[in-house]
C-alpha cells in the first residue's frame, strides 16, 4: 500500500530555511519520478521540484539555486531543503508520485505540510 507523508514545515521568518521530508512506504522512491508541489493561498497548486527516474533534478525558476532536493535511499525519504525563505514560498507543500500499480498509472499524494514564511 503506498503512502506518502510530508513533515517539516511550519514558521519561519524571511531569510531562513527549513527543511521537508517526504517519507515513502509500498514503494521505492530510488527509479521513480517524483515532484514536489505548492499551493500558495488563492492560488493553484503549482510544480516547485522535479526527480527523474535516473535521479535527475530539476526545479522551477522561482525556486534554483534556493531549494535543493536530495534523496535518502535507507530511509525512503525525499528531503526538500529550503534556503532564503521569502513570504512568497508560503503555501502548503506536497510531495507526489506516479506509480504503474493495480495494472496502470496512478497518481499518489501526501496530504501536505504547511510552510508559512513572515516578512
Known amino acids: 500500500q503506498v503512502h506518502l507523508v510530508e513533515s517539516g514545515g511550519g514558521l519561519v521568518q524571511a531569510g531562513g530555511s527549513l527543511r521537508l521530508s517526504c517519507a515513502a512506504s509500498g514503494f521505492r522512491f530510488s527509479g521513480n519520478f517524483m515532484n514536489w508541489y505548492r499551493q500558495a493561498p488563492g492560488k493553484q497548486r503549482e510544480v516547485v521540484a522535479v526527480?527523474?527516474?535516473?535521479?535527475?533534478?530539476a526545479y522551477v525558476d522561482p525556486v534554483k539555486g534556493r531549494f535543493t532536493v536530495s534523496i535518502d535511499d535507507a530511509k525512503n525519504t525525499v528531503y526538500l531543503q529550503m534556503d532564503s525563505l521569502n513570504p512568497e514560498d508560503t503555501g502548503v507543500y506536497y510531495c507526489?508520485?506516479?506509480?504503474?500499480?493495480?495494472?496502470?498509472?496512478?497518481?499518489?499524494w501526501g496530504r501536505g505540510t504547511q510552510v508559512t514564511v513572515s516578512s
Open positions: 526527480i527523474t527516474d535516473d535521479g535527475g533534478k
Open positions: 507526489w508520485v506516479r506509480l504503474p500499480l493495480a495494472g496502470k498509472w496512478t497518481n499518489y
